[in-house]
């Protein structure tokens, strides 16, 4: 027999026998907060700020807006636990390692989202945790199931079991969000990340970490993520407070957060709408953003305080008051959200230092970067970024040497489920289940929000000129050997697509982006909107030999 049926044997025999230590078993009744406690909080905002209303404009309150109600999410099934099974576990777990000669005395389990965790304290001295971690492969078969991890909590003095669940629990973000941790917080910029797999909720506050950095594979969880983060501070916040730059140059991933413009969302001068979509608007929003830190500073100087928040303070008392030489004003807090970093290390190094001088200036002036990326290599992270973006979130990645380069480990590696991370902050690495946000629950917030009275227009940041940059002026005399085949697809197909020049005449992006601007400046196609394809000036190939002649 061997020996792992043999202690199957004992187990059977021994369960009724025997009365082992009764787990204390940790589950946490989830608990929401009513809805008046949510009211509650938009009205105290709302009441601080008018105590000056005379400092503001007349809309600026927006004094008729509600913040968005917990019933616009889902409520998705709560975290079963089968008392049973858990027993059966933890019997499991005693005798068998009793079996290997390790006796334990005592054994405290927490059921988690997705794993549970069997904490124990090994009788006697001299038993290390690698002998137990030597079982791993026995103790799992006996619990029936793959693998289970093991490792030691020197904090307690344990020794923890990691089983997985036979069903895991999502992390809704109706869960998260309702919770007392982040309906009663106090922080600056709560945002309900998720829970740990101890099951206690993870808020952190944004305004603390100052920026984040995001990585993992496609398909891990990342947009879901961001998705939470946005609605953490589309809660707790009033539209004066906070205002988003929302960057997405290769996907529509931030589309259905338009209609927030008049409410939550900054932009530049020369984007059409407030979602940050091409290449040209992703750079004007970096310097827009330098440009309006460096403003910032000035104004903290004038003011004579340290940072942003004792900025607003002394402004809301009406210790600041407006002049043409000291042109003070609120302040809402900036939170850059780029969904795909390696879109702007493509810039070269301009996007790369203009990220960095943010990430290291702006954290006293109340801009917050929060950078995610699947590509989690040393080209796009770099020691730079890393130096600077200190609080990160590693989701699954495929290799060792990438969770090594994210967070100089390798525990983003050894993740196994969709939603679940390493959070790493101040040399901690804590592993949570991250919150979940579904499409729907953005669309019923964003609707609820966005038709409500808002304000004339999005936040404007300074744009290139502010910045005292001119775009680069196109020079047609210098036109691409490809100028005029591309011309004429575009006619004929009538779309200004700059992918379709790409495939068809096989260029890179940078050559077919340059081809379309001289286009662009020939008259032939009208100017970028978004990731829309141009419009396209002229009707016909007659019409186009005719109008080059005239201008070439
Ligand atoms: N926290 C979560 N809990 C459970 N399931 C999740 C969670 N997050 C994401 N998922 C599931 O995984 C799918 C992919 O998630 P998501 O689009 O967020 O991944 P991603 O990392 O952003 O991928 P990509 O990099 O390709 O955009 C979702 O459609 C959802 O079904």
């Known amino acids: 027999m061997s020996l792992s049926n043999w202690i199957k044997k004992q187990i059977a025999n021994l369960n009724e026998k025997v009365n082992p230590p009764q787990p204390n078993v940790y589950v946490e009744t989830i608990r929401e907060a009513s809805q008046e406690e949510f009211s509650l909080e938009v009205e105290q905002i709302q009441e601080e700020l008018e105590t000056d209303i005379e400092a503001f404009n007349d809309d600026f309150l927006l004094e008729n807006y509600q913040s968005p109600t917990l019933d616009l999410l889902e409520e998705l099934n709560p975290l079963v636990i089968n008392r049973d099974k858990l027993e ?5 777990i005693i005798i068998g390692l009793r079996g290997f000669g390790i006796e334990i005395s005592s054994i405290i389990a927490t059921v988690g989202p ?3 965790t069997f904490e124990i304290t090994i009788s006697g001295i001299g038993k290390r945790v690698e002998q137990v971690v030597k079982l791993s492969d026995d103790i799992a078969s006996l619990l029936y199931k793959s693998r289970i991890s093991i490792y030691s909590r020197p904090e307690n003095g344990t020794i923890a079991l990691e089983v997985s669940n036979n069903v895991n629990h999502i992390v809704g973000i109706r869960e998260s969000i309702s919770h007392p941790s982040f309906v009663e917080s106090t922080m600056q910029l709560p945002l309900a990340l998720g829970r740990t797999l101890y099951n206690e909720p993870l808020v952190i506050d944004l305004a603390s970490i100052n920026h984040l950095l995001i990585a993992g594979s496609t398909g891990q969880g990342k947009s879901s993520l961001l998705d939470s983060i946005i609605l953490s501070l589309l809660y707790k916040k009033h539209p004066s407070q906070v205002k988003l730059i929302l960057i997405s140059t290769n996907r529509i991933s931030f589309s259905v957060y338009k209609r927030l413009e008049k409410h939550f969302l900054a932009s530049n001068p020369s984007n059409k709408g407030a979602i940050i979509v091409n290449k040209d608007g992703a750079l004007e929003s970096l310097y827009g953003l330098c440009e309006e830190m460096e403003n910032r500073y000035e104004l903290l100087s ?12 002394k402004f809301l008392s009406k210790e600041l008051i407006p002049t043409k030489e000291f042109p003070f004003k609120f302040l809402p807090t900036l939170v850059l959200i780029i969904d795909e970093l390696a879109e702007i290390t493509q810039f070269g190094k301009d996007g790369e230092n203009l990220l960095i001088k943010l990430a290291q200036k702006s954290r006293s002036v109340g801009i917050h970067l929060i950078i995610s990326t699947q590509r989690a290599s040393d080209r796009i992270i770099t020691n730079a970024i890393k130096e600077n973006f200190t609080t990160r979130i590693g989701f699954r990645v495929p290799a060792k040497s990438d969770s090594n380069i994210l967070l100089d480990n390798d525990l ?5 489920r969709i939603g679940e991370a390493i959070y790493q902050s101040h040399n901690q690495n804590i592993k949570i289940q991250c919150s979940y946000t579904t499409v729907n629950e953005i669309e019923r917030v964003v609707e609820f929000i966005g038709k409500q009275d808002g304000y004339s227009s999005a936040f404007e940041l300074p744009g290139y ?4 940059i001119e775009k680069e002026a196109v020079d047609l005399s210098k036109r691409d050997k490809m100028f005029e085949d591309c011309a004429k697809m575009v006619v004929n197909s009538q779309s200004g697509s700059t992918s379709m020049l790409q495939r068809k005449f096989n260029l890179g992006y940078n050559r077919a982006d340059r081809i379309m601007l001289q286009l662009e400046a020939a008259g032939i196609v009208g100017s970028a909107s978004g990731s829309k394809p141009r419009d396209v000036l002229i009707t016909t190939e007659y019409e186009l030999a005719r109008h080059l002649e005239e201008l070439f």
């Open 114 to 116: 997705t794993v549970t």
């Open 412 to 416: 983003a590696s050894k993740i196994g």
């Open 88 to 92: 059966e576990q933890k019997n499991t």
């Open 465 to 468: 000129e502010d910045y005292g």
């Open 302 to 313: 004038l003011a004579q305080v340290r940072n942003h928040s004792d900025y607003n303070k």
